[in-house]
């Protein structure tokens, strides 16, 4: 996924839409922590766009904060 494509699925999905600038301030944190990968793919007649891939530590990370955000929701609810 790409820089633009990760924050129109970001609004699609949870109505928000985060500003260009923060999207890729997190994907950069994200590259440096080894939490995801870049690569440059070509395209015929346009520029060259950085695709992201979550690593498996990344998906370990997510699993965390999806653990953490759940444990939260359920304190908040009782």
């Known amino acids: 996924m790409y820089g633009y494509e990760l924050r129109q699925e ?3 999905h949870f109505g928000w839409k ?6 890729y301030l997190v994907l950069y944190s994200l ?3 080894g939490y995801v990968t870049m690569a440059w793919k070509e395209q015929r007649g346009k520029p060259a766009r ?10 370990e990370l997510l699993q965390e904060a999806i653990k953490y955000f759940k444990d939260t ?3 908040l609810s009782v």
């Open 31 to 33: 590259l440096r922590g």
């Open 10 to 12: 970001t609004q699609k």
């Open 73 to 75: 929701y359920t304190k």
């Open 50 to 59: 950085k695709y992201y891939k979550i690593t498996k530590k990344g998906e």
């Open 18 to 23: 985060p500003p260009t600038v923060t999207s």
